[in-house]
């Protein structure tokens, strides 16, 4: 065996047993991907529940660790060596936006991703890529105006969010990690999301078509 490939079998085996670490992976968009993904770990507020929820879901296991960003960043060692972190977590925007929710919104996106920054650089095997959600709440109220990645941020709270949150991911990048922002649309299924409550208005026959 070859020197390399001893060194490739030493990494494989000081590896987790996880590859992909996933904030927010009990809410709707998180629970889906990480039923998709094989070795998969989750961060979540309360870990035990997040464990059984998972399990009723998947039917299979899933390591799930603590982190409050409110307390402060995750523990390092969570993250070491492991391939990608999928930073998914914030708070619902469906509900009614008083000063403050805003508040719990900017610190559930923007501050979470400030405390997993501070984690990663702290890390001295550190994941290859950040994968952190945004929102197509980016570009703003635009009317009928077509928009691409490339598209300059709009304005109002969301856009402003989202610039914020996007910005605090990128800083990512500075440790020498890939970064990926989605801007995620309104995402839709039978079990949740916004197809959950727009499917009883359409069964009454009171529902109509989306734009012109």
């Known amino acids: 065996m070859t020197t390399d490939a001893r060194a490739e079998v030493r990494e494989s085996a000081e ?3 996880f590859s992909a670490l996933v904030s927010g992976g009990t809410g709707f968009v998180g629970s889906a991907l990480v ?28 390591p799930c ?6 307390e402060g960043p995750p523990e ?6 492991i ?9 619902s925007i469906d509900t009614r936006w008083s000063a403050t929710v805003k508040e719990e919104l900017v610190a559930s996106r923007v501050n979470s991703t ?22 197509i709440g980016y570009y703003g109220d635009r009317g009928d105006q077509r928009l691409d990645e490339s598209a300059a941020p709009g304005e109002g709270f969301l856009a402003d969010l989202c610039v914020a949150w996007e910005r605090e991911a990128l800083r990512a990048s500075e ?5 990926h922002t989605l801007r995620i649309g309104v995402v839709l299924g ?9 499917l009883p208005i359409f069964r009454w026959g009171l529902g109509g078509r989306l734009g012109r």
Not at 35 to 62: C, H, I, N, T, W
Not at 175 to 179: F, P, T, W
């Open 15 to 17: 590896r987790p047993r």
């Open 35 to 62: 039923e998709r993904l094989d070795r998969v770990a989750v961060f979540s507020r309360d870990p035990d529940r997040a464990q059984r929820s998972l399990r009723r879901r998947l039917g299979r296991d899933v």
């Open 65 to 70: 660790f603590a982190w409050r960003p409110e």
């Open 76 to 81: 390092a060692k969570s993250l070491e060596g």
């Open 83 to 91: 391939d990608v972190v999928y930073h998914l977590a914030g708070k």
């Open 114 to 135: 400030r405390q997993l920054i501070e984690a990663l650089a702290d890390t001295e095997r550190r994941p290859r890529a950040l994968i952190c959600a945004s929102a």
């Open 175 to 179: 440790l020498g990690m890939r970064v």
């Open 190 to 198: 039978r079990d949740g999301g916004a197809l959950k409550k727009m």
